[in-house]
């Protein structure tokens, strides 16, 4: 069992940056790959971002690619995503999600954390 909790949301001029914190509980986070997604009102779930357990492979969708980073801690059961020059089509509610697979695809993962509200403003 992976208990999952979003921080570090808030509301950001465009162009700004914030960094997205995911704190894990449980021994066996090492051994999760972990994903990044999004929803904005009124819009489906999307991808932003994966890593595998050691941190060796990551994958953006081309919306990101450039200005979102995501990295992990295994000491520290955290995962981040930084994120630049953000615009105002990031606005959504961010969420992270661990899976024994990591892929863009929701339905790999086991775990979700509640979100953090990130809003750029114009």
């Known amino acids: 069992q992976v208990q999952l909790v979003e921080s570090g949301g808030g509301l950001v001029q465009a162009g700004g940056s914030l960094r997205l914190s995911c704190a894990a509980s449980?021994?066996?986070?090492?051994?999760?790959?972990m994903g990044w997604f999004r929803q904005a009102p009124g819009k489906e779930r999307e991808f932003v971002a994966y890593?595998?357990?050691?941190?060796?492979?990551?994958d953006y969708t081309d919306s990101v690619k450039g200005r979102f980073t995501i990295s992990r801690d295994n000491a520290k059961n955290t995962v981040y995503l930084q994120m630049n020059s953000l615009k105002p089509e990031d606005t959504a509610v961010y969420y992270c999600a661990a899976g024994t697979t990591p892929s863009p695809r929701r339905q790999f993962y086991d775990y979700w954390g509640q979100g953090t509200q990130v809003t750029v403003s114009s």
């Open positions: 449980g021994r066996t986070f090492s051994t999760y790959g």
């Open positions: 890593i595998t357990w050691s941190g060796g492979n990551t």
